[in-house]
DNA sequence: ATTCTTCTTTGGAATTATTCTAAACTAATT
DNA sequence: AATTAGTTTAGAATAATTCCAAAGAAGAAT
């Protein structure tokens, strides 16, 4: 009882988010919500949600797991950093902020957002408009 | 014989800069700095290259043209730059600069180096230092 | 509640970019 | 010319991701 209570808390508080987001509250969102947010700012590929919602003992496929990954980025619940041309990852920070990610070991690490500041941005080119500037710290073994 | 004069002058510039770069002037490699290096700065994929040095009656392998995009890389001849998860982009701009990035039509334009200053920037992880810090601006139609 | 309609999920096949492999080649060296 | 070491290549293999069409849930309507 206990136990169904506190799924039930979370599933409520994460129900609300995907209404808020516009998308249907179905279970396995539910659920792969739940992993996302419980704990702060996460940084995640694929298969490692995918992983982590088995340990959870949460059955999703795969393909779910790439479906609901596009979806929330889509309706703003999470952001792509693209740092890796062999994989992607999905950040739960979607408020504006940088990396510094370590080529070595596949680490993504938060930069708050107005810790860095950059300053002479040219104009955007004739018809184009500037979407987002994106910043990346790219870090090594000392 | 003006043809192959000319194109001897070319393999000789080509050659100039592998040899520079510690590579065995091949054929191959000679073709392909030929293609990459005579217009000014350049962004390609392998796709791309491959599909040029075809057209430049050079028949060169697939995988000759990744293993050259990266063996340029490695020696300086060549920046990656990581931009879209679907595929990697090569610079023939080796100096410290930027880009704009059209994710709409997949084209990057480079933004000279002098241009963007990024201050601010927190001292890296323990352990680590910093190696690149790149600045991607991504743009859309207006 | 039951039905109807629409959106989701899913296993598995398909796709795509890229890497690997082992054999055939070529450049540099002796 | 013979030897050695580095290259190229076709094609298989890999890995991340997307596609597909069928089966399953959600929300709305009855």
């Given at each position: 009882?206990?136990?169904?209570?506190?799924?039930?808390?979370?599933?409520?508080?994460?129900?609300?988010r995907l209404r808020a987001a516009g998308l249907r509250p179905t279970r396995q969102r539910l659920r792969l919500a739940d992993v996302l947010f419980r704990h702060g700012n996460r940084h995640v590929t694929a298969e490692l949600l995918h992983q982590e919602a088995q340990d959870a003992g949460c059955t999703v496929s795969l393909a779910t797991v790439y479906n609901t990954?596009?979806?929330?980025?889509?309706?703003?619940?999470?952001?792509?950093?693209?740092?890796?041309p062999s994989r992607s990852y999905f950040d739960t920070n979607t408020g504006?902020?940088?990396?510094?990610?370590?080529?070595?070991?596949?680490?993504?690490?938060?930069?708050?957002?107005?810790?860095?500041?950059v300053s002479g941005l040219p104009a955007p080119p004739k018809g184009k408009t500037i979407a987002r500037v994106d910043v990346v710290v790219r870090i090594r073994r000392a």
């Open positions: 009882m206990g136990r169904s209570k506190r799924q039930f808390a979370e599933s409520t508080k994460s129900g609300a990954l596009h979806q929330f980025t889509a309706s703003g619940l999470l952001q792509q950093v693209i740092v890796d504006s902020h940088q990396h510094f990610y370590d080529e070595e070991d596949g680490e993504l690490i938060d930069i708050a957002g107005d810790t860095v500041e």
